[in-house]
C-alpha cells in the first residue's frame, strides 16, 4: 500500500491506497472552508495551522496500515509553501520512522488522477483543469507526457467565482454559491466574451471580473441576475478556448478536473460539445473534484511503477511549477 498526504491550500487529506488493484483503503479530508470564509479567502498562515491540528489527528485513525506500506506520497507542489511545507514535514517524518522512500507529486497531475481512481489510466486525453488556482489546456499521454497548451493570463476560472462571490458579500468558496444563485437568474448583465478576437488559444478572467464589479456597482441588477450572467459568460469563454484547441489536435477523449469541474452547467456545456465534436468526455466523481489524497495516491502508483523515489533530504517544496508547452 501507499499513504498520501496533501495539503497545498486548505484541505488536509490523507489516503491509504493498494498498489496493485488501486483500491482506496482509507480516505480521510478535513476541509477549513469555514475558518477562510469570514475572510472571503484563504489566509495562508491559518491554513497551515490548521493543518498542523488536522494531520496528526488523521495520521492516528490510519497507523493500523504502516505495516503495510511501500511508500509515502506527498504533494509538494505547486501550492502555498506554508501549508505544502505541513504536509511535507510529515511525509519526512514518516519516511525517517517506518524508513519509508517518498513519492512527490505535482498537485495538478493529481488533479488529472483523480479521473482515474480505483481505475486504470485513459490516454491520449486532452484535459481542462479548472481550479482555484489554475486554469490550463493540457495534452495527457501518461505522467511524463503532459504538455500545455494554453493557460491563464491573470485569473483562475475558479478564482473568478470567487472573487464575484466577495464582491457579492457571499463568502468563500464562491464556485458552489454562484452556482446555486445563478439557478434563480436571468442572463441580463451584458459582459465581454474575453479575447475573442485573439487568434491565440489562451484564457483571461479580469476583464469579465472587472465587469461584473462594474454592474454591481451600478446598483441596477439583482445579485441572481449577476451570477447568472456571469456564470454564462465565464463558461462560454472556456468552451471558446477549447473549441479551438479541440479542432486543431481532435482528441478522442476529452476531460475536465479540478475543484470547479463540479460545475453542473460546465459540465453539461461539454456535454453538448462532445457530441458536436464526437469525444468521450470525463470527469471525475464529484467528491473527488476539490483537493483529496486519493488523486496524490493515485498519482503516486504510477511514480511507484516507476521507481521515482525521493530522499527526504532532497524534498522540497514548489510553489510554483511549470509545464512544457505542447
Ligand atoms: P489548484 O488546484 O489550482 O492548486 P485549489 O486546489 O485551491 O487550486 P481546487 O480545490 O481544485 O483549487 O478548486 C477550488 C476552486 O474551485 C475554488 O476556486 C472554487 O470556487 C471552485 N469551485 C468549486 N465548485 C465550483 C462550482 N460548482 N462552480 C465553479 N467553481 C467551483
Ligand atoms: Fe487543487
Known amino acids: 500500500m501507499i499513504l498520501a498526504i496533501e495539503s497545498s491550500c486548505d484541505d488536509t487529506s490523507i489516503s491509504v491506497m493498494e498498489i496493485e488493484t488501486k483500491k482506496l483503503i482509507f480516505h480521510k479530508k478535513i476541509s477549513q472552508e469555514v475558518e477562510h470564509s469570514k475572510y472571503g479567502g484563504v489566509v495562508p498562515e491559518l491554513a497551515s495551522r490548521l493543518h498542523a491540528e488536522a494531520l496528526p489527528k488523521i495520521l492516528t485513525e490510519c497507523k493500523s496500515y504502516f505495516d503495510n506500506l511501500k511508500a509515502v506520497a506527498i504533494t509538494n507542489a505547486p501550492g502555498l509553501s506554508v501549508t505544502l511545507q505541513e504536509g511535507v514535514m510529515v511525509a519526512k517524518a514518516l519516511s525517517i520512522s517506518l524508513n519509508l522512500p517518498i513519492i512527490a507529486v505535482n498537485h495538478l497531475i493529481g488533479h488529472i488522477y483523480s479521473l482515474f481512481i480505483e481505475k486504470e489510466e485513459i490516454k491520449p486525453m486532452m484535459v481542462l483543469l479548472v481550479s482555484g488556482g489554475h ?51 436571468e442572463i441580463v448583465v451584458d459582459l465581454p466574451l474575453p479575447l475573442k478576437n485573439s487568434p491565440d488559444i489562451k484564457f483571461s478572467y479580469s476583464g469579465i471580473k472587472n465587469a461584473v464589479r462594474l454592474a454591481i456597482e451600478s446598483g441596477n441588477y439583482k ?100 509545464f512544457k508547452k505542447c
Not at 465565464?234 to 475536465?256: C, D, T
Not at 483537493?291 to 522540497?316: C, H, P, S, V
Open 223 to 322: 445579485n441572481e441576475d449577476i451570477a447568472a450572467s456571469f456564470q454564462k459568460k465565464a463558461i462560454e469563454h472556456l468552451v471558446f478556448m477549447s473549441k479551438r484547441a479541440i479542432k486543431k489536435y481532435r482528441p478522442k477523449n476529452f476531460a475536465i478536473v479540478g475543484g470547479a469541474s463540479a460545475n453542473l452547467v460546465l459540465r453539461s456545456e461539454f456535454e453538448k460539445l462532445s457530441e458536436e465534436f464526437n469525444f468521450n468526455l470525463y470527469y471525475p466523481d464529484m467528491k473527488f473534484t476539490s483537493d483529496n489524497a486519493a488523486m496524490i495516491a493515485r498519482a503516486g502508483i504510477e511514480l511507484y511503477n516507476k521507481k521515482r523515489f525521493i530522499n527526504y533530504k532532497d524534498l522540497k517544496v514548489m510553489p510554483r511549477v511549470e
Open 135 to 185: 486554469t490550463k489546456l493540457l495534452n495527457f499521454n501518461g505522467i511524463d507526457n503532459i504538455c500545455e497548451i494554453a493557460t491563464t493570463l491573470d485569473d483562475s476560472f475558479g478564482e473568478s467565482f470567487d472573487k464575484v462571490a466577495k464582491m457579492l458579500g457571499l463568502g468563500y468558496p464562491g464556485g458552489p454559491v454562484i452556482e446555486n444563485l445563478a439557478k434563480k437568474g
